[in-house]
């Protein structure tokens, strides 16, 4: 079992930033990809970003030049430093962690809220 830690949610004006951290522990494998995803009320969960454990990472188009997820391996904590926050960006933020080893295992974080006002 892994477990995830969120923090870093609040509110925000548009165009202002924040920074989300989600640390892991537990049992933990080399190969992993970590992950963030957000949700609204009414809509599916969708990904925001996403680093495998050699520092790959991806983006959705519509936070790609504003958002930059990284993490550090050594604290076992992955980060989301979000700039030029929109009201779109606004939803609760989770933290995932795919635990790879004879197939893929997902651990969810209980998420954190961010509220971005026009």
């Known amino acids: 079992q892994v477990q995830l830690v969120e923090s870093g949610g609040g509110l925000v004006q548009a165009g202002g930033s924040l920074r989300l951290s989600c640390s892991a522990s537990?049992?933990?494998?080399?190969?992993?990809?970590m992950g963030w995803f957000r949700q609204t009320p009414g809509k599916q969960r969708e990904l925001v970003a996403t680093i495998t454990n050699d520092g790959s990472t991806n983006y959705a188009d519509s936070v790609k030049g504003r958002f930059t997820i990284s993490r550090d391996n050594a604290k076992n904590t992955m980060y989301l430093q979000m700039n030029s926050l929109e009201p779109e960006d606004t939803g609760v933020y989770y933290c995932?962690?795919?635990?790879?080893?004879?197939?893929?295992?997902?651990?969810w974080g209980q998420g954190t809220q961010v509220t971005v006002s026009s």
């Open positions: 537990g049992s933990m494998t080399s190969i992993n990809v």
């Open positions: 995932r962690y795919d635990s790879i080893r004879r197939g893929i295992s997902m651990y």
